[in-house]
């Protein structure tokens, strides 16, 4: 079951419990469905505390079967928005954030790739973004693990089916896609999480997590997914992660296990910044992924 959380911040504090409502009141599914996957529509409108109209607008999908086939089905029931977030809406992000970016703490490979964005700006961001994100894919290709590569295989190969077009060609999107999903382990996301329990929480029993994600707007507030995972064998727990179009790393979710996940970089008090790190190992995206969808139990994981 998927329930979807407003929140509302005034003066910094928040004055009444967030409104929650359940997304089947407000899913209208397509008729687009493919070897029983589908999508669907969340579409919810309310009335803020102030007084103003809003809404949250999210797309759905019920994704079916192993790790190839979900990621086909991913592929094929988003392909026009992954065409239209992997160019234009990413492009925009690229361009906008490129005065942003301070090369100093990444590897000397990366800070060459990325040093041409001093000297082209913005007009480059695009492509200098994408050729680091792929530097990033080759580094980490030998700890990705098996499941990831089917999946993405899988996406470019039900993207281009859907697409019907003559110069789409599978393997050239499953590359695109394999760098789209290094974009935060590049920029090394650094977003925000909460943990309530017992007396803490309003009911003073049970757990509440929050998740605020800090990508911002753009491409990130207006295309996001909620995804579930069920796999026809029952050899993993179904899974519900909040994503994109063309991702399969985790960053937010929740399992049948009752494992719950949200990214959080480490920052200390003593040293309020990202931590050191190298890109010589797995992702972290794809580590959460593996809790996820591996973790019977909150004692460990099978997989790592």
Request: glycine share 8%; proline share 5%; aromatic share 12%.
């Amino acid at each position: 079951m998927i329930f979807i959380f407003v929140f509302f911040v005034a003066c910094g504090a928040y004055q009444t419990p967030p409104p929650t409502f359940e997304a089947k009141t407000f899913t209208t599914w397509s008729k687009r469905a493919v070897n029983g996957s589908r999508r669907a529509e969340v579409l919810v409108e309310f009335t803020g505390d102030d007084g103003t109209q809003d809404l949250v607008s999210i797309l759905r999908l019920d994704l079916v079967g192993n790790d190839y086939e979900r990621g086909y089905a991913h592929g094929y029931l988003l392909a026009k928005e992954i065409v239209e977030f992997q160019g234009p809406a990413l492009s925009k992000y690229f361009a906008d954030e490129v005065l942003d970016i301070d090369i100093s703490g990444f590897p000397e490979p990366l800070q060459d790739i990325l040093r041409v964005l001093q000297l082209k700006g913005a007009v480059a961001a695009p492509d200098i973004f994408r050729a680091a994100c792929a530097w990033v894919w080759d580094r980490e290709e030998a700890f990705v693990p098996k499941y990831i590569i089917e999946e993405l295989d899988g996406m470019g190969e039900g993207l281009c089916a859907s697409l019907k077009t003559k110069d789409c060609t599978p393997s050239e999107w499953t590359n695109k896609l394999r760098a789209l999903n290094m974009l935060p382990e590049l920029i090394r996301m650094a977003c925000t999480a909460y943990g309530a329990w017992g007396k803490a929480t309003a009911t003073g029993k049970g757990l509440i997590q929050v998740r605020a994600l800090d990508f911002g707007t753009g491409p990130w507030a207006n295309f996001t997914v909620a995804a579930t995972y069920r796999d026809r064998s029952a050899a993993s727990p179904s899974f519900v992660s909040i994503t994109f179009p063309g991702f399969v790393g985790a960053i937010t979710g929740v399992s049948q296990s009752g494992i719950g996940i949200s990214e959080k970089v480490w920052m200390t008090y003593d040293t309020p910044d990202l931590q050191p790190g190298t890109y010589e190992g797995r992702s972290d995206t794809f580590v959460l992924r593996d809790i996820l969808q591996n973790a019977k139990t909150r004692l460990g994981i099978t997989s790592l």
